[in-house]
């Protein structure tokens, strides 16, 4: 089955730089990419996502970039705030509406 | 905006007691699914639940485990004798057709 790993798993950045988080994924079917932000005492909530028939894809201050052939995805979140401190899972799943395959999640800390 | 709602926000039971776990959809889904988050790690897919039978499980999802849509609008998940182990988040999502999930705040569930 599908497995999804994810770099780093603890961040810590200065309000106003930006933050880069990593994942890999191993099943080549693979083809939609959501990225989950989870806040303390909160469920996953999607911030954005992408599909492999796009590179790249963005949202005001956050962007993901996808290598379908590397099997590679990241998250870049620029300019970043302290209400950017949260939890972020990357996710691997054949279709958007399959299960949720969740990678180990990292934490962001955005010292003001 | 329409959201998926649980209760209760934290269960505490015996060891060996039955519990269930409510989930309110967002009402015009079709699609629900529970998850599981033990404290530290990811989050693992549990079940997922379509036209009032189960889609998919896991290897978690042992015979101990059972969902039911009781209503037109209540998801529950039951464990019918509680472990240790049983000790963890457990997340309700729930999509329309061709959508996303989104997921509930979770139940922070607490065995003695």
């Known amino acids: 089955g599908e497995n999804v790993e994810q770099h780093p798993s603890t961040l810590s950045v200065q309000e106003g730089d930006s933050a880069v988080i990593k994942c890999t994924y191993s099943d080549s079917a693979s083809n939609y990419f959501p990225w989950y932000k989870q806040e303390l005492g909160k469920g996953p909530q999607l911030i954005i996502d992408?599909?492999?028939?796009?590179g790249e894809k963005k949202d005001q201050r956050i962007a993901v970039t996808l290598n379908k052939t590397a099997k590679h995805f990241s998250l870049h979140i620029t300019e970043t705030q302290p209400e950017d401190s949260a939890v972020y899972f990357c996710?691997?799943?054949?279709?958007?509406?399959?299960?949720?395959?969740f990678g180990p999640g990292t934490s962001l800390s955005v010292i003001p | 905006e329409p959201e998926v709602t649980q209760t209760p926000s934290h269960q505490v039971t015996q060891m060996g007691q039955e519990v269930i776990l409510r989930c309110v959809p967002i009402?015009?889904?079709?699609?629900f699914y529970w998850y599981r988050q033990i404290l530290g790690q990811k989050v693992e897919f549990l079940v997922s639940f379509y036209n009032n039978e189960i889609s998919e499980k896991s290897e978690i999802f042992d015979d101990q485990f059972s969902v039911e849509r009781p209503d037109g609008s209540n998801f529950t998940l039951k464990i019918r004798s509680t472990k240790l182990e049983d000790s963890a988040m457990y997340f309700c999502?729930?999509?329309?057709?061709?959508?996303?999930?989104?997921f509930g705040d979770g139940t922070r569930l607490s065995i003695l």
């Open positions: 992408i599909r492999s028939n796009v």
């Open positions: 009402s015009n889904h079709l699609y």
């Open positions: 999502a729930s999509r329309g057709r061709d959508q996303p999930q989104h």
């Open positions: 996710a691997a799943l054949k279709t958007s509406y399959d299960k949720v395959i």
